[in-house]
């Protein structure tokens, strides 16, 4: 967001705030006016400015009932008060007495008052003294103005007397500026006073309850405190109101609204609640008349109904003027809401405007091909489509603000610019979306020529390539293909590229450098092909006119041949005039100068028709790669990306949520590398397809990701088919207008990989003897490799039961299946395992350092569901095994055994290849492992010295022969001495002690590849079972593993003891003598030859002592039987 947005924005803000709070002070200061207004017309009615007592603040003064209002009026309208016998009158503290009168002048209205009130002060029963004292009392503080005093005095004659005399002389006393009248009966008070407007007890017949009269004006004055309590909190609740700050967001006002209207509702129900005390207290005090129709109501009665009345009226109009005051507020709030919607909304859709702007300024591609511009073409289509939604969004949300506008809402100068943005940017976007269709539509437009005059070009020289030269030279055979070139020339109009310039004047918006050197090559291969058309025409007009011979398949004359280096495919371009294809792809091109006369025609034509089918390939390789990109852009944006659209997320299962990468796995990987890469690369073979070998070769390591994807697919699988009938991948699938469902592009990776072999099959069919040729030939054997990999994992993945890691097993050299028979040997005798009469069905998993044996399992689902598991049973180290390449006379059958063939399993394949396959994979392990344990074993010899030299023991330890391959025809096969000591035999020995022999036996490499070393050099490469046959000759050898003796005349020796075999016993045992304890004893022959290992006799090599030869020979083959390094341990 730039600046001058930025401010137009915050000026935007401002404006709204200045308006909010304009209008809610004038709102707020209307609802003040009116409550301020009836809190006083409260304090009026109730004259609280006269006196602020209360009826339940003298509560217990007036229940005393030493004086009262008994509603009666005198003949001039003034009100009465009775003061009542009330003996304990004199001691009344004054501020009772104070209080009462004080409350009691009050409650009359103004008018009334203003005449001044009638005091009728009964002391009939009373004495002088008391007449006297409350004289004097009401003298001194009554509150209120007086019209007239009525008193009547004691009635006892003695009282009476003393009041007529003492009235008389102590009048000036009481200082009452009113007549004060002693009357001696109520009859004399009749004359003053109406009986109506006495009570009962005066002679009168005014009703009169004191306890409901103090109830009453309890009542009424509760009622006009709650009525100006409500008032109050009103005016505050509508300060707080107004005085609230404008929220920013949707959520806050939203809440806002709803916090201000739940206080609204509680401030309705106060008000319900007094509506309701005031109706109670209106019906109590109109109680009477309901009773009694004819009941008529003293003065005070009215004025406590007129009161109750009045301050109902004030009630309605505190309730009228809040909710005057709320309307206006909440038309505020909610126009504030929708404001905030309008602004959030107007964020969204502005973005999604501007992806929508974004997206489209992305489709600035012509394309490459008519496929992949029509591609572009479509996503534009599709983008249309979304985007069209989003400007309806957009326009709809004009649309709307347009009401609001309408509305007079309070932010219209906030709205309308967003308005106005709004339909602009929908403008544009639209003019941009025309402007790209037709641009893409001129692309299409251009390709589909380019491509049909391709297509016309292809054909043309596939029709070239296929016309038979020894056909031709019939009349009739000419005339036939020069028919086939005239029907096929007669179409050139519809085809080819005609008018160049033309096509630079009408297509110059869309023609990128690229597109016009695409342009400008079919225009070129156009010229170039009708100049070889018209000189197969006239060379064919030329046999049809005349019958001639038919041409002898001859060498060419040698001055015709220009023999040419190898060069690049810029210099192929320069061909001779006449070739069809540019350059022949021969090593040492042969170019023929004159195709009339001294080319040879069989030959050139077959090499311009393998051409041409090469050609064919390499633009089935390019399309099919670019469809595959294509396709595999389509499956990301249009199904991955779709997983992370907030739009799209109510539609996705939970069981695919977040499981993007199980279900696409590397894909992204896969298309990044094409897109990038190796399409691009391919395309620079476009004219050279011979060499494409190398551009395989080159990113040979980069086309292992589809391992990862293989191994990934049945997982993938699993997943797709429990979410594939959710409605996500249906609406993506309506989207990208496919007729397939996802389940077919997930599979595009695993066809593609395979299609390359295909392909490189056909290249190389039709490229012998070209350059390219090896690199071809070296492709088709790595992609080969690529796939039986991924074949291979795909099988290891499903291994089940392995305990350990099979990655620490080595690289995964073969796999497959077998029938398998077990054998074990207990001591000298062979015993077959009676269960095992029946071979066992086993696939095995041959690692550089392990031999696995699993049962395959029942394959059960379907597609990648239904790939087979295998249970693992168990494994043989590859460090401890031999093999027996020919067992039981079958040629499909071979031996691996163990422990000195203690363990064997025989193993017979479906096929005497097969079985080749994997004993020559086998060989290959044991002589890698032969190899490091000789290098090993040397390292060891070479750091110690030995303690047993030649010039003093004249023994010696001969590890391995020389290599004969690396000895002169003629030469004697001699080998170096190699002195060693005791602990140089500790490379061989057995960790664990055994009661017999150890078991110590080094296999030996006896491949194909001849390492130099035959049965009759090492004793050690032998058939464990075909040890007998061994011939073991007297002489000195050195100890290479522990032996205990097992009998009281058998010899115990250690490793590195020097021992001197002395004869042949006729048991199968040697006499031996320990040559470094001096003492002799018996041996098994079976176990000497574990004892002595690869050890020669030194009489053999250098051994001053003439005994004889002292080789081990064997009489087995050693082409047929590999031992394994059983159970050296170093």
Same mark, same amino acid.
Request: negative net charge; charged residues 25%; contains cysteine.
């Given at each position: 967001?730039?600046?001058?947005?930025?401010?137009?924005?915050?000026?935007?803000?401002?404006?709204?705030?200045?308006?909010?709070?304009?209008?809610?002070?004038?709102?707020?200061?209307?609802?003040?006016?009116?409550?301020? /207004?009836?809190?006083?017309?409260?304090?009026?009615?109730?004259?609280?400015?006269?006196?602020?007592?209360?009826?339940?603040?003298?509560? !217990?003064?007036?229940?005393?009932?030493?004086?009262?209002?008994?509603?009666?009026?005198?003949?001039?309208?003034?009100?009465?008060?009775?003061?009542?016998?009330?003996?304990?009158?004199? #001691?009344?503290?004054?501020?009772?007495?104070?209080?009462?009168?004080?409350?009691?002048?009050?409650?009359?209205?103004?008018?009334?008052?203003?005449?001044?009130?009638?005091?009728?002060?009964?002391?009939? *029963?009373?004495?002088?003294?008391?007449?006297?004292?409350?004289?004097?009392?009401?003298?001194?503080?009554?509150?209120?103005?007086?019209?007239?005093?009525?008193?009547?005095?004691?009635?006892?004659?003695? =009282?009476?007397?003393?009041?007529?005399?003492?009235?008389?002389?102590?009048?000036?006393?009481?200082?009452?500026?009113? !007549?004060?009248?002693?009357?001696?009966?109520?009859?004399?008070?009749? +004359?003053?006073?109406?009986?109506?407007?006495?009570?009962?007890?005066?002679?009168?017949?005014?009703?009169?309850?004191?306890?409901?009269?103090? $109830?009453?004006?309890?009542?009424?004055?509760?009622?006009?405190?709650?009525?100006?309590?409500?008032?109050?909190?009103?005016?505050?609740?509508?300060? &707080?109101?107004?005085?609230?700050?404008?929220?920013?967001?949707?959520?806050?006002?939203?809440?806002?609204?709803?916090?201000?209207?739940?206080?609204? @509702?509680?401030?309705?129900?106060?008000?319900?609640?007094?509506?309701?005390?005031?109706?109670?207290?209106?019906?109590?005090?109109?109680?009477?008349?309901?009773?009694?129709?004819?009941?008529?109501?003293?003065?005070?009665?009215?004025?406590?109904?007129?009161?109750? =009345?009045?301050?109902?009226?004030?009630? @309605?109009?505190?309730?009228?003027?809040?909710?005057?005051?709320?309307?206006?507020?909440?038309?505020?709030?909610?126009?504030?809401?929708?404001?905030?919607?309008?602004?959030?909304?107007?964020?969204?859709?502005? %973005?999604?405007?501007?992806?929508?702007?974004?997206?489209?300024?992305?489709?600035?591609?012509?394309?490459?091909?008519?496929?992949?511009?029509?591609?572009?073409?479509?996503?534009?289509?599709?983008?249309?489509?979304?985007?069209?939604?989003?400007?309806? =969004? %957009?326009?709809?949300?004009?649309?709307?603000? @347009?009401?609001?506008?309408?509305?007079?809402?309070?932010?219209?100068?906030?709205?309308?610019?967003?308005?106005?943005?709004?339909?602009?940017?929908?403008?544009?976007?639209?003019?941009?979306?025309?402007?790209?269709?037709?641009?893409?539509?001129?692309?299409?437009?251009?390709?589909?020529?380019?491509?049909?005059?391709?297509?016309?070009?292809?054909?043309?020289?596939?029709?070239?390539?296929?016309?038979?030269?020894?056909?031709?030279?019939?009349?009739?055979?000419?005339?036939?293909?020069?028919?086939?070139?005239?029907?096929?020339?007669?179409?050139?109009?519809?085809?080819?590229?005609?008018?160049?310039?033309?096509?630079?004047?009408?297509?110059?918006?869309?023609?990128?450098?690229?597109?016009?050197?695409?342009?400008?090559?079919?225009?070129?291969?156009?010229?170039?092909?009708?100049?070889?058309?018209?000189?197969?025409?006239?060379?064919?007009?030329?046999?049809?006119?005349? =019958?001639?011979?038919?041409?002898?398949? /001859?060498?060419?004359?040698?001055?015709?041949?220009?023999?040419?280096?190898?060069?690049?495919?810029?210099?192929?371009?320069?061909?001779?005039?006449?070739?069809?294809?540019?350059?022949?792809?021969?090593?040492?091109?042969?170019?023929?100068?004159?195709?009339?006369?001294?080319?040879?025609?069989?030959?050139?034509?077959?090499?311009?028709?393998?051409?041409?089918?090469?050609?064919?390939?390499?633009?089935?390789?390019?399309?099919? #790669?670019?469809?595959?990109?294509?396709?595999?852009?389509?499956?990301?944006?249009?199904?991955?990306?779709?997983?992370?659209?907030?739009?799209?997320?109510?539609?996705?299962?939970?069981?695919?949520?977040?499981?993007?990468?199980?279900?696409?796995?590397?894909?992204?990987?896969?298309?990044?590398?094409?897109?990038?890469?190796?399409?691009?690369?391919? &395309?620079?073979?476009?004219?050279?397809?011979?060499?494409?070998? *190398?551009?395989?070769?080159?990113?040979?390591?980069?086309?292992?990701?589809?391992?990862?994807?293989?191994?990934?697919?049945?997982?993938? #699988?699993?997943?797709?088919?429990?979410?594939?009938?959710?409605?996500?991948?249906?609406?993506?699938?309506?989207?990208?207008?496919?007729?397939?469902?996802?389940?077919?592009?997930?599979?595009?990776?695993?066809?593609?990989?395979?299609?390359? *072999?295909?392909?490189?099959?056909?290249?190389?069919?039709?490229?012998?003897?070209?350059?390219?040729?090896?690199?071809?030939?070296?492709?088709?054997?790595?992609?080969?490799?690529?796939?039986?990999?991924?074949?291979?994992?795909?099988?290891?993945? %499903?291994?089940?039961?392995?305990?350990?890691?099979?990655?620490?097993?080595?690289?995964?050299?073969?796999?497959? $299946?077998?029938?398998?028979?077990?054998?074990?040997?207990?001591?000298?005798?062979?015993?077959?395992?009676?269960?095992?009469?029946?071979?066992?069905?086993?696939?095995?998993?041959?690692?550089?350092?392990?031999?696995?044996?699993?049962?395959?399992?029942?394959?059960?689902?379907?597609?990648?569901?239904?790939?087979?598991?295998?249970?693992?049973?168990?494994?043989?180290?590859?460090?401890?095994?031999?093999?027996?390449?020919?067992?039981?006379?079958?040629?499909?059958?071979?031996?691996?055994?163990?422990?000195?063939?203690?363990?064997?399993?025989?193993?017979?394949?479906?096929?005497?290849?097969?079985?080749?396959?994997?004993?020559?994979?086998?060989?290959? /392990?044991?002589?890698?492992?032969?190899?490091?344990?000789?290098?090993?074993?040397?390292?060891? +010899?070479?750091?110690?010295?030995?303690?047993?030299?030649?010039?003093?023991?004249?023994?010696?330890?001969?590890?391995?022969?020389?290599? !004969?391959?690396?000895?002169?025809?003629?030469?004697?096969?001699?080998?170096? !001495?190699?002195?060693?000591?005791?602990?140089?035999?500790?490379?061989?020995?057995?960790?664990?002690?055994?009661?017999?022999?150890?078991?110590?036996?080094?296999?030996?490499?006896?491949?194909?590849?001849?390492?130099?070393?035959? +049965?009759?050099?090492?004793?050690?490469?032998?058939?464990?079972?075909?040890?007998?046959?061994?011939?073991?000759?007297?002489?000195?050898?050195?100890?290479?593993?522990?032996?205990?003796?097992?009998?009281?005349? #058998?010899?115990?020796?250690?490793?590195?003891?020097?021992?001197?075999?002395?004869?042949?016993?006729?048991?199968?045992?040697?006499?031996?003598?320990?040559?470094?304890?001096?003492? &002799?004893?018996? /041996?098994?022959?079976?176990?000497?030859?574990?004892?002595?290992?690869?050890?020669?006799?030194?009489?053999?090599?250098?051994?001053?002592?003439?005994?004889?030869?002292?080789?081990?020979?064997?009489?087995?083959?050693? +082409?047929?039987?590999?031992?394994?390094?059983?159970?050296?341990?170093?």
């Amino acid at each position: 967001m730039d600046m001058t947005t930025h401010l137009l924005l915050l000026s935007w803000l401002l404006l709204i705030m200045i308006l909010w709070v304009k209008m809610g002070e004038d709102s707020l200061e209307e609802l003040v006016r009116r409550l301020t /207004v009836i809190m006083l017309k409260i304090d009026e009615i109730m004259q609280q400015e006269s006196s602020p007592l209360c009826a339940a603040d003298i509560s !217990p003064d007036l229940r005393k009932q030493f004086a009262f209002l008994s509603g009666g009026r005198g003949q001039n309208g003034s009100p009465i008060i009775i003061f009542p016998e009330y003996p304990e009158f004199g #001691e009344l503290e004054e501020q009772e007495f104070h209080n009462v009168l004080t409350y009691l002048t009050s409650i009359p209205s103004l008018s009334s008052t203003g005449i001044g009130f009638i005091l009728v002060i009964d002391r009939r *029963q009373d004495r002088w003294a008391s007449v006297k004292g409350t004289l004097l009392r009401i003298a001194g503080s009554f509150p209120g103005n007086l019209q007239l005093v009525l008193v009547l005095r004691p009635t006892t004659l003695f =009282q009476r007397t003393i009041s007529d005399i003492l009235f008389k002389f102590n009048k000036d006393d009481f200082k009452m500026k009113v !007549p004060v009248i002693m009357l001696s009966s109520v009859t004399e008070l009749h +004359s003053y006073i109406d009986r109506s407007q006495l009570t009962q007890e005066l002679g009168g017949t005014q009703e009169y309850c004191h306890e409901k009269w103090i $109830s009453h004006r309890t009542a009424i004055e509760g009622f006009a405190l709650m009525v100006k309590k409500t008032a109050q909190t009103l005016q505050s609740f509508g300060t &707080e109101l107004a005085e609230t700050e404008l929220p920013n967001d949707v959520e806050a006002t939203s809440n806002l609204l709803t916090v201000h209207t739940e206080k609204k @509702d509680k401030m309705k129900e106060d008000l319900r609640i007094a509506l309701c005390q005031g109706g109670r207290l209106l019906e109590s005090i109109n109680e009477p008349l309901v009773k009694d129709p004819d009941y008529s109501m003293n003065h005070d009665e009215l004025e406590n109904l007129a009161t109750v =009345q009045r301050l109902l009226g004030q009630l @309605d109009e505190t309730e009228t003027a809040f909710d005057d005051f709320w309307d206006k507020h909440q038309t505020k709030l909610e126009q504030c809401l929708q404001l905030r919607h309008f602004e959030q909304n107007f964020r969204e859709v502005r %973005a999604h405007l501007d992806l929508v702007y974004d997206r489209l300024s992305g489709f600035s591609e012509v394309g490459i091909s008519p496929a992949h511009a029509e591609h572009i073409l479509k996503e534009l289509t599709n983008h249309e489509e979304r985007a069209s939604e989003v400007m309806d =969004q %957009a326009l709809s949300l004009a649309s709307d603000a @347009d009401q609001l506008i309408e509305a007079s809402h309070y932010a219209v100068d906030s709205i309308l610019p967003k308005c106005s943005e709004l339909r602009s940017v929908c403008e544009e976007i639209s003019t941009i979306l025309r402007a790209k269709k037709a641009y893409l539509f001129k692309s299409v437009e251009l390709h589909q020529c380019l491509e049909k005059a391709t297509k016309w070009y292809d054909d043309g020289i596939y029709l070239l390539a296929s016309q038979p030269v020894d056909k031709c030279q019939s009349q009739d055979g000419a005339e036939s293909a020069l028919q086939e070139i005239e029907r096929y020339l007669d179409t050139a109009n519809q085809h080819k590229l005609t008018d160049l310039n033309g096509i630079w004047r009408d297509y110059d918006s869309v023609l990128t450098q690229d597109f016009r050197d695409q342009v400008d090559k079919v225009f070129q291969k156009q010229l170039s092909m009708q100049e070889m058309f018209e000189k197969r025409r006239v060379s064919l007009k030329k046999l049809a006119a005349k =019958q001639t011979r038919p041409v002898q398949p /001859v060498a060419p004359r040698p001055e015709a041949i220009i023999k040419t280096p190898v060069s690049s495919p810029a210099h192929r371009e320069k061909s001779i005039e006449g070739d069809v294809i540019n350059g022949n792809c021969k090593k040492g091109e042969l170019h023929l100068q004159n195709e009339g006369s001294s080319r040879h025609p069989s030959v050139s034509d077959e090499e311009e028709n393998f051409a041409v089918l090469r050609r064919h390939v390499m633009n089935e390789l390019l399309e099919t #790669e670019r469809a595959y990109v294509e396709e595999l852009l389509c499956v990301l944006e249009g199904y991955a990306a779709e997983m992370d659209n907030p739009a799209m997320s109510h539609l996705i299962p939970n069981t695919l949520l977040h499981k993007k990468d199980i279900l696409f796995g590397n894909m992204s990987e896969i298309y990044q590398f094409h897109k990038k890469t190796f399409l691009r690369e391919l &395309e620079a073979y476009t004219d050279y397809p011979e060499l494409v070998g *190398q551009c395989f070769l080159e990113r040979m390591t980069d086309l292992q990701i589809y391992e990862k994807y293989c191994q990934n697919k049945p997982r993938s #699988e699993s997943l797709w088919r429990q979410c594939s009938d959710c409605a996500f991948f249906q609406e993506c699938q309506k989207k990208l207008e496919h007729k397939l469902g996802l389940d077919s592009y997930l599979l595009k990776p695993v066809q593609r990989i395979t299609k390359y *072999q295909l392909l490189l099959k056909e290249l190389l069919k039709y490229s012998k003897g070209c350059e390219g040729e090896e690199d071809l030939q070296e492709a088709l054997s790595s992609i080969l490799g690529i796939l039986k990999a991924v074949n291979d994992s795909m099988h290891l993945i %499903a291994i089940t039961g392995y305990e350990g890691n099979l990655s620490d097993l080595g690289r995964l050299m073969m796999q497959g $299946s077998f029938s398998v028979w077990t054998e074990h040997k207990k001591g000298h005798a062979k015993v077959k395992d009676l269960a095992r009469f029946k071979p066992m069905q086993r696939h095995l998993f041959l690692h550089e350092k392990a031999l696995l044996f699993c049962k395959k399992r029942e394959e059960n689902g379907e597609g990648y569901e239904k790939a087979p598991s295998y249970s693992f049973k168990h494994s043989l180290s590859m460090s401890a095994v031999g093999i027996t390449e020919n067992a039981k006379g079958d040629n499909k059958k071979f031996e691996i055994w163990c422990n000195s063939r203690e363990e064997v399993y025989i193993v017979q394949a479906s096929t005497p290849e097969i079985k080749t396959a994997w004993v020559n994979e086998i060989r290959k /392990v044991l002589t890698r492992q032969l190899k490091a344990c000789r290098e090993a074993s040397q390292q060891k +010899s070479s750091d110690q010295i030995s303690p047993l030299t030649p010039s003093s023991t004249g023994l010696t330890l001969s590890p391995f022969k020389t290599n !004969p391959k690396s000895l002169k025809k003629g030469d004697e096969k001699k080998t170096e !001495p190699t002195t060693t000591d005791p602990s140089s035999a500790a490379l061989f020995k057995n960790n664990d002690k055994l009661k017999g022999f150890t078991k110590a036996s080094l296999s030996m490499d006896a491949s194909e590849e001849n390492d130099g070393y035959s +049965s009759a050099e090492d004793p050690m490469n032998s058939d464990p079972e075909d040890e007998g046959g061994k011939k073991l000759s007297p002489g000195k050898y050195v100890v290479v593993a522990d032996h205990d003796k097992s009998g009281p005349q #058998e010899l115990t020796v250690k490793s590195g003891d020097t021992v001197q075999l002395v004869r042949e016993g006729d048991d199968g045992r040697w006499f031996v003598r320990n040559l470094r304890t001096s003492k &002799e004893g018996w /041996v098994p022959a079976a176990n000497l030859l574990t004892l002595i290992g690869e050890s020669k006799s030194s009489q053999s090599l250098s051994s001053s002592e003439g005994s004889g030869s002292g080789n081990l020979s064997t009489s087995s083959s050693c +082409s047929e039987t590999y031992t394994s390094f059983s159970d050296i341990k170093a």
